[in-house]
């Protein structure tokens, strides 16, 4: 009997590994036809140009974070010069961090909320949105909470690492995983007289490092200017923190609920803030400090998702998710715990059968009218022809100026 129940809690485990790997190639293959310029190509132009040996923030303009560039750089050389392969490795990273999502719940509770967890996931953002730091930065959060809950000791020195990796990927990370790592730190010092040293000292030696190649290689300057670009970004479209602030905030109050027909993936976001808020109050009564964290970690870093693109609450607030389905596994009225988790599944079922890709109006093309180019960089990629056109017009510019002029 007991082989019986082991059997069948590994099958949920098997099962969710199915599912990922069937979304992360359905992710991939929806990117066959799929082709941003901007975003694609930045990315991808940022990868070259450090492959050729130009310098970060002199001579490239990285707008988030180095790690992110270098592991673009690193799949280049590995795969080939194709932006098909950073989509994919995209792709990869977010498969990656629903497993981990999938082994920290099941340490917590038991497979079957495991398995609830990813489906949930999966059915509302499928498919990752733009090959953007977002996804690595998360993977690094994800996988330092992972480690974090993983050993007894809490004062993990590698969780420390990754969190720092997190912020080296995307820098707009770095204040809400300070503040976060500051409250679990002061806690523990205040509740157990213990020092999370360790956490710490792996918190700042990759800071530390990438510091020291900024001042040896004399970046530091070019790479503080990229500091003012929220600022800028701001400035530039009149608006203001206190403004974003409310539209933030009216979104997660009114905008999830009543425009949940056609955005039904902002509700289970909203649900899981409002429920981390309660939880928040609620561990550190209890002092169950390491959920605590967890909380702050999810709603602090809400707050790089103030535009409230899905992409961004999907690799954000999201960690929530791992707090709520704790907070329900231990709740005591099974009837209640069993309503919730059905109407958690509801939404994503809905969401899935009437939006499976996601929401996002990019994918929405029509396939028939796509052509498979001869260009190199966009090998595996359908896109339309007036497209190729173009870039066969800029291809033959370049050929010209290469022949006739002598450029290094």
Known sequence: MLKDSLSFKNNFFYLSLLFVFIFFFYSSNTYRFIYDGHHHGLVFSNAMDLISGKKPYKEIFIQYGLITTFLHSLVLKIFGFKIFYINVFTSLIYSITIILF??????????????YAI????????????PWSNYISFFFVVFSVYLLIKTKDKNSFFS???MSLSCLSRQDYFIPIFLSLFALVFLFLYFHKKFLHKIILGFIFPLSVFFLYLFLNGLFLDWSKT????ALYIDERGLSLLSLFHDYLFFIVFDSLFNFINQPQSL???IIFFLNLFLLYY??????????YLCFLSLSLSFTSINHE?????TSVSLGLITSMFFIYKFKKKEITKTILYFFMLISFFSIIFYPKGGNDLFNKDLKNLKKSNIEILDHVYIPPQTIATFQKIIKIKEQIDTNCVIT
């Open 268 to 270: 289970i976001i909203s």
């Open 119 to 130: 489906v949930i996931l999966l059915f509302n953002h499928p498919i990752i949105w733009l």
């Open 102 to 115: 999938f082994l920290i719940t099941n340490r917590l509770t038991n497979k079957y909320y495991a398995f």
């Open 160 to 162: 420390g690492i990754f």
């Open 227 to 230: 500091l003012y670009l929220p």
């Open 310 to 314: 899905l992409f961004r609450l999907y």
């Open 283 to 292: 561990n550190f009564t209890l002092k169950k400090i390491t959920h605590f």
